[in-house]
């Protein structure tokens, strides 16, 4: 199957569309009937047929198909695997490419067995310049295949016998690694058992169960996540996607795995991040070529032709861009894309990625440190009701998330009016603001965590992908978002003694 996929790539140069959608006629055929397939983006479907084509291919020669789960080695994605080195070549072909090897494995040898794969670790830098290489001459990249399959494994001597030739660049000591993916394999297992329905395959959030909710299930594709304790322009850490599937997130369909064992729950996370990154990929290159390569694009170019030879004369013009555009333009782009991405993600395990919540939550009926004068309760109420922070314009007077901008049309990215009145994510979806009155956080999934940290969370570093702004970049302090969390909790009912008025006072100034 992974050699296949390596054909098909190959295919996406020499520009095979034919071939390599009868070989994926061909994988589908050997799978398992239930098994889906993953659904093109509505973004990709605008795109000419050449490009939703190589876009395709891309994304099959890296992320492999729904049974078989594949992704680079160098992605931030565990996905499982035996590592090792090129002990020692057994045999190899006319042109020297190794098909009988011996593996020195750096922890236990595996079991191996035939139809496991082998794969030989590339740098994708090392790749990229064999691709344009081979694609400038039109031959086949020296780097394919570097994933075969076993043959036959001779347990007593431990010599591999692989089904069809390494690529030119392995050789002895060619760091490698047996059975990539198993994890991943793991994780989608446990996703069509427990997630599908809900997320979809794809992770596109469009489950047989989603129209019944609202929340909608998330779309992975986009790779936001709104509930994390990451700093406002970081992703979602392991630890973040791991707190939340075990916790589930409250107030949402989004439920809490509880009966999962810890290594399910991480395979899960791996095959979450591994959907997340294949969403992001095919958006990323849907972005790159959709300015040029749109259908729209050419049909307008089209509708201003004048004769039937000059429409034909523009065809054959566009053809040639999207042939040069898939040569040369295409492989950087989508290297370029995978490694933005690929770095993205990695980064918000670092720890510079991780936002500390700076001390506990003060008593509300104590003076403010903020503003010493009042209560840290009243400091709170003038810092919601006030104009620099608008709060209440979202989350309404009172809290119930009823405030002004709920019912106004709001617009869009691109500067037109959103069909719905409301606010929206960035999924497109409308998002209420908070009811505060119910004093249920989604962001609190953690139960080893105090409720008031997840708030304080929300407003330091916002929700991410929804309207709901990060205080902490808009110059609010410390205490001061302490003074409305109290009063977030005030709104909720937890301050039943406190009078009401006495929280309208105005600090006194020195
Ligand atoms: C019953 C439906 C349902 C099932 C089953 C389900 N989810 Fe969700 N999931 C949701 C909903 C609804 C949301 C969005 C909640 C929101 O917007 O606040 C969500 C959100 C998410 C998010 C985004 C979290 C965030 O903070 O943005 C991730 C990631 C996720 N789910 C992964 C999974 C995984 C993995 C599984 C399976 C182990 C799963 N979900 C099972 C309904 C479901
Ligand atoms: C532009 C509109 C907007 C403004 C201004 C705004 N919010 Fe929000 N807020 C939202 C939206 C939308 C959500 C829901 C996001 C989601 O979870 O989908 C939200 C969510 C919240 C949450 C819930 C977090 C959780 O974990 O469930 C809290 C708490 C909150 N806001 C407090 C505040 C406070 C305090 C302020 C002012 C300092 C404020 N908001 C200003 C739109 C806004």
């Known amino acids: 199957m992974l050699s296949v996929l390596a054909i098909i790539h190959r295919c996406s140069i020499a520009s095979g569309f034919l071939f390599s959608a009868a070989v994926f006629g061909l994988v589908c055929g050997c799978t398992k009937p239930q098994d889906p397939v993953f659904v093109e983006s509505q973004r990709a ?4 047929p050449e490009i939703r084509q190589a876009i395709k291919t891309e994304l099959a020669n890296k992320f492999g198909t729904v049974p078989n789960p594949d992704c680079p080695s160098w992605f931030p994605i565990e996905r499982g695997g035996i590592e090792g080195k090129i002990r020692s070549v057994k045999e190899r072909t006319e042109d020297g490419r190794i098909v009988r ?21 590339l740098d994708p830098e090392t790749i990229l310049e064999a691709e344009l290489e081979a694609a400038e001459d039109g031959r086949i990249s020296a780097a394919y295949p570097y994933k075969v399959k076993v043959a036959e494994f001779n347990k007593i001597s431990g010599v591999i016998t692989l089904a069809e030739p390494l690529c030119e660049l392995a050789e002895k000591g060619s760091p490698c690694v047996v059975k ?18 809900c997320h979809a395959a794809t992770g596109d959030g469009n489950g047989p169960q989603a129209h019944m909710l609202k929340p909608k299930p998330r779309d992975l594709r986009l790779g936001v ?24 997130i409250p107030g949402t369909a989004m439920p809490a795995f509880q009966i999962l064992g810890n290594h399910e ?8 991040k591994y959907l997340s990154m294949r969403g992001e990929i095919e958006r990323g290159l849907c972005i790159e ?4 390569f749109s259908q729209a694009a050419l049909d307008e170019q089209l509708a201003e032709a004048e004769s039937e030879q000059e429409r034909k004369a523009i065809k054959k013009q566009f053809q040639k861009e999207v042939d040069e555009f898939l040569k040369i333009d295409f492989p950087e782009i989508a290297y370029d894309i995978s490694a933005d991405v690929a770095e993205k993600w990695a980064q918000a395990d670092d720890p510079d990625c991780q936002f500390e919540v700076p001390g ?7 003076p403010s440190k903020a503003e010493p004068s009042i209560s840290s309760l009243a400091n709170g109420k003038i810092l919601y009701l006030s104009t620099s922070t608008q709060c209440a314009s979202c989350h309404g007077l009172t809290g119930k998330g009823d405030g002004d901008q709920v019912s106004k049309v709001q617009k869009r990215p691109d500067g037109s009016d959103y069909d719905e009145p409301g606010l929206h994510d960035i999924w497109g979806n409308v998002v209420v603001p908070r009811d505060l009155t119910y004093g249920v956080f989604h962001g609190a999934s953690n139960p080893d965590e105090e409720t008031s940290h997840a708030v304080y969370r929300a407003i330091a570093t916002g929700v991410k992908g929804t309207p709901m702004p990060a205080y902490g970049a808009k110059g609010l302090t410390q205490d001061q978002i302490w003074d409305l969390v109290n009063y977030v909790f005030y709104l909720a009912g937890e301050y039943k003694d406190v009078d009401p008025e006495s929280l309208d006072v105005e600090p006194k100034s020195e």
């Open 360 to 366: 506990s939550r003060p008593e509300g009926t104590a």
């Open 101 to 121: 090897l011996k593996i020195r494995y750096s922890g236990e040898a595996p079991e191996v067995v035939a139809g496991d794969v082998v794969e030989i670790l």
């Open 45 to 48: 479907k605008k795109l000419v």
């Open 265 to 272: 729950i991480d395979a899960l996370v791996q095959y979450t």
């Open 289 to 292: 070529s959709e300015i040029d």
């Open 180 to 197: 990539p993916n198993e994890t991943l394999r793991t994780g989608r297992e446990l996703y069509k058992h427990y997630c599908q329905k």
């Open 225 to 248: 996540v709104k509930y994390t304790t990451t700093k406002a322009n970081c992703k979602a850490s392991s630890e973040d996607l791991r707190i939340l599937l075990k916790g589930g």
